[in-house]
Every structure is written in C-alpha cells, then in structure tokens.
C-alpha cells in the first residue's frame, strides 16, 4: 500500500498560479503509476493529469493542456502538480491517486487516494 497527503492548495485569483504537491509513504513510490484529479461540486471526477512509473510519459486533457505540469521525484516519493494560468474553472478539490496496474488516465483504475486539497480560482 502507499499513503498519500496533498498539499498546496488555496485561492488565488484568475490567471495566477498554484504548485500542488502530493508526498507518498509506504511501498515504493517508483513502483506506481501517478495521476491528479479533480472533482467539483456537482460534477464527476476528471482527470488533470497523469505520469508513468519513471515519469517519461505523461497525459493532460485538453482543458488543462498548456497550462498544467505534471512531474514526479521518486528519489523524494514526492508528485507535483504546476498550475500556471488558473481560470474559474478550475476550481474543485484536487487529489493525487496511485495505481500498481497500467498506465491509464481512468480515475476508476486507480487503486489510492490522498484527502485532497481545495483549489478556489477568483474572477
């Protein structure tokens, strides 16, 4: 198992930027694939972005595409999330997640989950 606990998170205003970080304990970080998600009120969870094992691939849907950067330190079983150019629209409770199975961008493949962390973008 691996246990996760994001940080980071606040409120900032439209066009600003926000760096998320999620450190993980327990069974070798390296061994996982990663991915954040979000989910706001009323909505299903999306994926934000996701990173294989060594972090040579990584996946963004079009609406974060640009503006988002997904990276990852096993040395320090630390993942990161750079959000530059934030928007109303991105506001949601972000969570980092780990699965031990393929490399996929589906939030219901992915086996652990931190608590999240509010991210609340003003206009």
């Known amino acids: 198992q691996v246990q996760l606990i994001e940080s980071g998170g606040g409120l900032v205003q439209a066009g600003g930027s926000l760096r998320l970080s999620c450190a993980a304990s327990?069974?070798?970080?390296?061994?996982?694939?990663m991915g954040w998600f979000r989910q706001a009120p009323g909505k299903e969870r999306e994926s934000v972005a996701t990173?294989?094992?060594?972090?040579?691939?990584?996946s963004y849907p079009d609406s974060v595409k640009g503006r988002f950067t997904i990276s990852r330190d096993n040395a320090k079983n630390t993942l990161y999330l750079q959000m530059n150019s934030l928007k109303p629209e991105d506001t949601a409770v972000y969570y980092c997640a780990a699965t031990s199975q393929y490399y996929t961008d589906s939030w219901r493949e992915y086996d652990y989950w931190g608590q999240g962390t509010q991210v609340t973008v003003s206009s």
């Open positions: 990173i294989t094992r060594p972090g040579g691939r990584t």
């Open positions: 327990g069974r070798t970080f390296s061994s996982y694939v």
